[in-house]
């Protein structure tokens, strides 16, 4: 803290982005239809993933699971993406995502 104060520096800097992720992983097999009741639901789980794993295979964070409901079945424990879900409409959580990725540089973008 002192040398914050004294010399205008941080001690340690924050990386230049997301890391890794919470996934998305189906809690038992689920069927198209279905909506997603988030984080402690009955539906689905996370798990820790590398971020540029995460882009690359467009999945579904658990933190923004709750709502979405799925376009086609998904068996248990099989991850969740975004092509395999309806977002709810208007949720100011997707439109911050979004503004994340693009800050990012992150090139996909989700779809509803």
């Known amino acids: 803290m002192a040398r914050a104060v004294l010399f205008h520096d941080a001690a340690v800097a924050p990386l230049a982005g997301p890391v890794c992720d919470v996934i998305t992983i189906a809690k038992r097999d689920l069927k198209a239809g279905e909506i ?3 984080m402690g639901g009955f539906t689905c789980y996370g ?3 590398n971020s540029n794993v995460c882009q690359a295979q467009n999945m579904l964070p658990i933190g923004l699971s709750e709502g979405c409901h799925l376009k086609q079945d998904i ?3 099989q991850e969740i993406t975004y092509d395999d879900v309806g977002l709810p409409k208007d949720r ?3 439109k911050l995502r979004t503004e994340q990725n693009q800050y990012f540089g992150r090139s996909k973008i989700h779809k509803s």
């Open 36 to 38: 997603l009741d988030g």
């Open 47 to 49: 798990v820790i993933e």
């Open 75 to 77: 068996r248990k424990d």
């Open 92 to 94: 100011l959580c997707d």
